[in-house]
């Protein structure tokens, strides 16, 4: 697990083992990913999307609290994966870094929550899995546009973009801002210390400090 340039994100490269039958790996441990992060992931869906050449999905993000944490990997074929720091008062706010995803290297990306989320397809036909933190919840998703040119992705060239209705009509990273619909920086890491502290047994899976047990009552002394 190496960390990307934006405070949230981390790039796994795993160790692939081939012989002549074909190859294994381990694509994901939890232990690893809770060592090099300092807070568990939580595993509540699994998506998995396919994509032909060019299309373009994102960039998503989900409000937080909860959030929604990602560990992504592509299956098949390749991606250039896109994580983008939209976390209002972060010192990287607008910041964005590319990570080629494929089935050749295996590499897995994790993206915590309030971080923005995006990838091309590079190949005929790619497939991407998530491990996700949080189930989708329609009401809490967001997206801002993939071609911002105040964000200026270096998408590849020769490709065109292959959007969604949905994500064509997402607004700017500035008109999110000023619509209130980010997330927050501060609100983030509180979220994160959080997964933290109920990971080290401070806090119950509610965010709720664990009660104090009763004692047992004394023996009278005879």
């Known amino acids: ?33 809770r060592e090099s992060t300092g807070r568990p992931m939580d595993l509540a869906q699994v998506n998995c999307s ?22 992504v990997t592509c299956v098949s074929g390749a991606v250039l994966d896109v994580v983008v720091d939209i976390r209002a008062g972060s010192p990287t706010f607008g910041r964005w870094e590319a990570v080629r995803l494929d089935d050749e290297t295996r590499r897995g990306l994790y993206v915590a929550e309030g971080i923005g989320h995006a990838f091309m397809a590079l190949s005929e036909s790619a497939t991407i899995v998530y491990l996700c ?35 064509a009509a997402a607004p700017t990273l500035q008109e999110a801002l000023a619509a209130g619909l980010l997330p927050d920086h501060g609100a983030c890491l509180a979220h994160y210390e959080s997964l933290a502290r109920r990971d080290r047994g401070d806090l119950t899976p509610s965010g709720h400090h664990p009660a104090t047990p009763e004692r047992a009552p004394s023996t009278p002394s005879r």
């Open 133 to 167: 933190s949080r189930p989708y919840a329609p009401g809490r998703e967001h997206e801002v546009h993939p071609l911002d040119p105040a964000i200026g992705i270096d998408w590849p060239a020769g490709l065109e973009p292959i959007l969604s209705d949905k994500d």
């Open 50 to 71: 396919v994509s032909r050449r060019g299309v373009l999905r994102g960039i998503h993000f989900a409000d937080v609290p909860p959030g929604q944490a990602k560990y």
């Open 1 to 33: 697990m190496e960390p990307l340039s934006i405070d949230g994100t981390w790039c796994h490269t795993p160790r692939v083992h081939t012989d002549p039958r074909g190859a294994f790996l381990e694509s994901y441990r939890a232990a690893d990913l």
